[in-house]
């Protein structure tokens, strides 16, 4: 599976959600993993929001 075009502003709700600081790459995933299984449950679109910059190590890669 990969990404899915999300409406914006068509009356249909919608959610922007992901966590607040990035403490590797693994707890990433399993962030977006549970989100996309919380929006097929329910069928709220979920726009999963990484704040690259808000890392606890400032070295950390997520590319890798």
């Given at each position: ?45 979920i ?13 950390l890669?997520?590319?890798?």
């Amino acid at each position: 599976d990969g990404p899915a075009a999300v409406e914006v502003g068509g009356g249909k709700l919608f959610l922007i959600a992901g966590p607040c600081v990035i403490e590797s790459r693994d707890s990433a995933l399993r962030h977006s993993a549970r989100l996309v299984e919380i929006s097929r449950q329910t069928g709220v679109p979920i726009i999963y929001r990484l704040n690259p910059d808000a890392t606890v190590a400032s070295k950390l890669d997520l590319a890798a």
